[in-house]
């Protein structure tokens, strides 16, 4: 198979993408797919990342070389805060050059990779520089993570229209059903995404997060090989 590379991104912080991303690379790896996760920046911690930290819990593997050596997320960033401000506090310059260079060496040794970004399309990496400015400028296809709470039907809608405006190829929605405080609003909101994206955007894959459940076994992922 081509190799290739997704970009994660979600309509909020706190919507579930770091959860789906490993899941998504735990079925892909038990389906024999090589498949690698990084992330584009964390803040929030020190060490290694501990979103890294998290796709490795759920893909049920060590702790790679690479998470050691910083290779799947060279920046990560002390204060919890969007990484250009971050990067202010920590007096660390945020390097878009070093993280294409990891990314493309990580992407070396596997068949397919999943990028977490911090936070949600518009998050300023730098003071010039949007999160969405690096899915355009690299052209990688975009797995949207959406969410059941109040507000996320706005959010999505605002996320989309904004791959639209900026030509991103939004491949997947990914419906997080957490943290289902309301089962009448979660449901809804499901059904209306799924009639939004049928009549406006049916190119576009739509994914229940309770598909991807380990209880369910393995799930099928063939909408991303």
Partial sequence: MKKIEYFVSGIDTNCGKTYLTGLLAYHL??????????????????????DILEHRRIMECEILPEDVDRTTCPFVYSYPA?????TKIDNIPLDLNIIRRSAEKLLCNADM????????????LTEDYLT?????????????VSSSKLGSINHTLLSIEICRYHQIHLH???????????RLIA?????????????NYPEVHLVHGDSLDKKAGIADISFLC
């Fill in 113 to 124: 990779m999943l990028t977490e970004g911090a936070g949600g399309l518009m998050v300023p």
């Fill in 29 to 50: 790896n038990k389906s024999g797919i090589r498949v690698i996760t990084s992330k584009l920046v964390q803040t929030g911690c020190t060490g290694i990342s501990e």
């Fill in 187 to 199: 449901n809804s909101t499901f059904a209306f995404l799924t009639d939004f994206l049928n009549k």
């Fill in 132 to 144: 969405i400015d690096y899915l355009k400028e690299y052209a990688l296809p975009l797995i949207l």
């Fill in 82 to 86: 969007s990484p250009h401000l971050s």
């Fill in 172 to 182: 997947t929605v990914v419906y997080n059903q957490m943290p289902n405080d309301n």
